[in-house]
């Protein structure tokens, strides 16, 4: 029983990450029908922008609790603007074109040029992110947790809800809803739906840079660390369906404790292959994904 | 007149130019990663050889000629060892090689030393077979040569210790899905077989995992008394990292790799205390290691060494490919081979000092008796077993196999 508390909170830990990094594919595709395959690149960015900072803030003689703080906004926005320099090089004239793999193309290279320059910038040993939190684990009942992984879980569901609420309730918001339901009839009643789409990938790489520095304290952060995580969210992007922001926070947590479940109960070495025959078998059985909606496209 | 004056010029150049021709330097490739997830080893390893090979040429150099060590990232990546390979051989003509921190690289670049019979000392990749690839009577001569301590000696240390020194008697055994990590952790195993011990559990993880709670809870319902590891720093951390999550506390004994940099100041406190095989620890335990670590601090501006045992094994490389050559009269391969494999003088290194440390069948200068445990304490690798090293145990030189 304290075995089966430990795995369902250690994967919920790592599907939250896998959560909010699909997140951001989620936010692209409803408003284009596109993804930035460089999601995890956007996540190392993100995590080497924020360790960059914190040295930088701890140097001028802040503590690391405060320095982590003062960090975070400014990584939101460094966030965004990588977002934006991907949809404004890779993304626009591909869709301009009605081409359908340019973006694919685009957003892969991207990816490398962001990666290459993450090694150039901070070499390619990983290294170590300070934690703003005692490492010390807090034990409630039979579980045992970190108190970071605790903020990743908390921090990652704020920061869907808060997308999602501006999503829905500002005007900006509906905007976006407009032009991911009918993006021709969103453009003539005067919205500028290329604006929108910009901002949806800012978005989209505003929630991976926050992914990346929520969970650098507790792995390591290096050129190499969003690579791995960007498939895997990929694969829980299709398992909970491309549309739907609740969606990838439940496909998250599926192949999170899938996971862990798989590597206790049956072998390590098998750890990933049941999150990928779930991934094959949604594709078979539900191709938009366990909670996405049909979209009945009118050729 | 005039003519006369310009005859004696041009005569006079000639002199110059034919001396320039004589003392032209010895080319000698240094191959490493420089940049990527191994380049704590490898600008650590470039960095003892450059310091090595500074040092002769102030001396007079080799043959009276400067040594000159033309340098190449291999990036860790096969392909790109290969390709810069092929330009050290055949653009800059090196007469020999040293290098190589990862085993992937080292089996693919050999190849074209071996055809072109040029000497290679490969002085960090420690996969067992890097140095048996081309053994005789199946090849004429076997150019690959290693001053670093293979998998095979390290797995039956951590063996050694684990089970006889330390007394314990279930290991659990963490291993990455890499070559490296699938490779030690077979001479792990057998290793402990020899022991008539079995490991209670063995696990795998890939490169990247950011969460190793399934791999430490198999261990630990399992009954480990101590983990075992064949893996590198980032992920080592995370184990070092999920053990103190769960508040469970047993010895972590691994590779040389726990040394790693990204292991050390990736874990923290949760890493103290792990133990590893180090051919070199960075503390004066002679006169010679003494020297040796004042002036790699100070040429590099450095008081930690990212991985001092590539630097000691770099620097020592060059001294043994120097000797070589000095003894060959020759910078012609097959000559610098058979010299390395019949070395006839001591060659004082930091790891030890180097008595025939070759021979036509036996390619390996690290036996099993010269590296010592090293011990995470305080963010640096220290002495595990102080006694180890004391009086006359400091210099340690191989034995029969």
Sequence with gaps: MNILAQLIVSGIVVGMIYGVIAFGYQLTFSTSKTLNFGQGEALTLGALVGLSLVWFLTARGLGIGLAYIVMLPLVLMFGLAQGAVVERLGVRQAIKNKSEA???????????????????????????????????????????????????VLGALAMMLAVEAFNRKSIFGKAVV?????????????????????????????????????????????ATMGGVLGLKAFAVAIIGGLSSGLGVVVGGLILGITETFTGYYISTGYKDVPGLVLLLLVLALKPTGLFGKAVIKKV | MKSWASAAALAAVFVWANQACAAESIKIGLTGPFT????????????????????INKAGGVLGRQLELVERDDEAKNEVGVQVTQELINKEGVVANLGYANTGVALASTRFYQEAEIPVIDNVATGSIVTRQFLPPEHKANYVFRNAANDKIQSGMIAE????????????????????????????????????????????????????????????????????????GPELAQIANAMGRQGWKVPLIGSWTLSMASFIDGSGANGEGAMMPQTFIQAGTTPRRKAFIESFQKTYNIDRMASPVSAAQGYDSVYLMAAAIAQAKSTDGRKVRAALENLEAKVEGVVTTYDKPFSATDHEAISANIPVFGVVKGGRVVLAHPEDLEGDKAIRTKTGS
Excluded: C
Excluded at chain 2, 36 to 55: F, P, T, Y
């Design chain 2, 161 to 232: 210790e684990a089970i006889k020194r330390q007394g314990f008697k279930k290991p659990a055994i963490l291993a990455d899905a890499t070559n490296y990590g699938q490779l030690g952790q077979k001479d792990l195993t057998a290793a402990l077989g020899t022991m008539g011990v079995k490991p209670v559990t063995i696990e795998k993880f890939n490169i990247g995992d950011t969460d190793m709670t399934a791999q430490v809870l198999r261990a630990k319902e399992a009954g480990a008394d101590v983990i075992l590891t064949y893996a590198i």
């Design chain 1, 102 to 152: 340019g973006w694919i193309m685009a957003t892969i290279a991207l990816g490398i040029i962001f990666r290459n320059i993450a090694e150039n910038l901070w070499g390619r040993d990983a290294l170590k992110f300070p934690s703003p939190l005692p490492e010390i684990a807090i034990v409630v009942g039979p579980v045992r947790i970190q108190p970071m992984e605790v903020v990743i």
């Design chain 2, 36 to 55: 990527g997830g191994s380049s704590s080893m490898g600008v650590s390893m470039r960095d003892g050889a450059k310091l090595a090979a500074a040092e």
């Design chain 1, 178 to 222: 407009a032009t991911a339901s009918d993006r021709d009839a969103a453009g003539l009643m005067g919205i500028n739906t290329g604006l929108v789409i910009t901002f949806s990938y800012a978005l989209s790489s505003m929630a991976a840079a926050f992914a990346g520095v929520l969970i650098a304290p507790i792995t390591l952060a290096g």
